[in-house]
């Protein structure tokens, strides 16, 4: 017998999305990212940026005080925000060109084609490797995102792209998977929840392992005293003498470079004795003299670097708008490229890890720009059918995989039995 009556259900799903969390795992919700008050940042002009060497002083010097742990990936934000350029059109797209210092979308595309294909490393001993993502939600087809977008993000930037109801907490859940997958479990976020409003999520992890390219020896560890802001702390120190090496001498501090295997080197800066961290730093400028800046002065150092291992959070919205982003987090923001509605960024939000000891470095972090309608959408006009099983009628009773159990046909229903 045919069967007279099917269901299909088509579209790209690339992710289950189930409604429920289970009883035994936390209700997402709460979200750990401190938002950061614009008023304790620090206060400076902010100069022209010239790509991305530019940006990361200016983000860096922006963010970072002196007065706390503090860790943050400025790449990761770069490749996690030109992403989302990629995707504004007129103004919104000149303000964003001008924070990452380029001149249009081909120099963009450039800086960070070259960044993917010339850092990336992949060995036994020494990894460094980024993962691009974009999770996006049609609203049950009330908009549709570029082809010409998603074509640029895949064949630029490596960027798997992920259909999904962002609404659901199982997508919440495989996110915060993708992220921990990426950053090879060193960040683990709790379960994400998005607002009714997002439409897009990008996301870009850089992970990084490598060894010192001299170690240092664990029987030369010892237990010294640390000189906190606040307090004194007893800490592990690392020790290991370079001989015949450079230092750098600068203006209230000495500035040390101490190699990796592969990846590069880990710089350290000291303050002088009487001088403050914080006093330090302040500006882009201050900062680009600390890590360049100096006399050079050969010299054998004995190095003392106490072991350390930390996770920070960050907002950064309000830090990216103090930049000259204003429009992108607008209701006047311009996503044409990206999608068919209006759009604005709600939240640029950064993790990160970093642990350092006697055998190498190991850091990663994760950048999340999320995308919202700038706009509440209108539920879709949708025609009124008459549905009135007034004549003979066709049925069919399916099992849950789409079998058919019963079919049969109405020609006289029951009669009223007040007939």
């Known amino acids: 017998m045919k069967r007279f009556l099917c269901v299909l259900f088509a579209g790209l799903m690339l992710l289950a999305c189930a409604k429920t969390p289970a009883a035994d795992e936390p209700e997402p919700g709460a979200d750990p990212v401190p938002a950061i008050d614009p008023s304790a940042l620090p206060d400076f002009p902010v100069p022209e940026i010239i790509g991305y060497a530019g940006f990361s002083d200016v983000l860096s010097a922006k ?3 002196g ?51 010339k850092l990336s490393i992949s060995e036994e001993k020494s990894t460094l490797t980024f993962a691009n993502s ?8 009330q908009l549709s995102f570029s082809d010409t977008y998603l074509h640029t993000l895949a064949d ?4 798997e792209a992920n259909a999904v109801d962002l609404s659901s907490t ?10 921990d997958r990426h950053t090879n479990g060193k960040i683990k976020p709790a379960p994400m929840q998005f607002d ?5 999520v990008l996301i870009n992890t850089i992970y990084l392992k490598d060894a010192w390219r001299s170690t240092f020896s664990e029987d030369a560890t010892e237990a010294d005293t640390f000189h906190a802001p606040d307090r004194d702390m007893t800490v592990d120190y690392m020790q290991r003498r370079f001989n015949d090496t450079t230092i750098y001498k600068g203006d209230g501090y000495l500035r040390y470079g101490i190699p990796l295997r592969t990846v590069g080197r880990m710089t350290f800066v000291l303050p002088d004795e009487d001088v403050s961290l914080e006093s330090l730093l302040g500006s882009p400028e201050k900062l680009h003299a600390l890590l360049n800046g100096g006399e050079a002065i050969n010299a054998d150092v004995h190095v003392m ?6 996770r920070d959070r960050m907002e950064l919205s309000s830090v990216l708008e103090a930049l000259g982003a ?11 490229a990206m999608c068919d509605i209006p759009a604005k960024i709600s939240r640029v939000i950064q993790e990160s890890y970093i642990g350092v000891d006697e055998n190498g470095v190991e850091a990663a972090a994760y950048t999340m720009v999320i995308v919202n309608g700038a706009t509440a959408m209108e539920p879709k006009e949708l025609p009124l059918i008459d549905f009135r099983l007034e004549r003979p009628f066709l049925f069919v009773i399916e099992a849950y995989d789409g079998t058919a159990l019963f079919v049969g046909t109405v020609t006289e229903p029951t009669e009223s039995a007040q007939n």
């Open 63 to 65: 963010l970072l005080n």
């Open 67 to 117: 007065t706390k742990n503090s860790n943050l990936s400025p790449i990761s934000v770069y490749l996690a925000l030109a992403m989302v350029t990629e995707g504004a059109e007129g103004d919104t797209q000149a303000e964003l060109l001008k924070l990452l210092g380029c001149k249009d979308l081909a120099e963009l595309r450039g800086i960070c084609g070259a960044m993917l294909n």
């Open 134 to 141: 974009l999770w996006m939600d049609d609203h049950d087809g």
């Open 156 to 159: 630029v930037y490596r960027s």
């Open 170 to 179: 199982e997508t919440g859940r495989q996110i915060a998977d993708w992220i």
């Open 196 to 200: 009714p409003e997002t439409i897009a």
């Open 305 to 310: 670097l106490p072991k350390f291992e930390f």
């Open 326 to 336: 204003k429009l992108a987090f607008s209701d006047d923001a311009c996503f044409s």
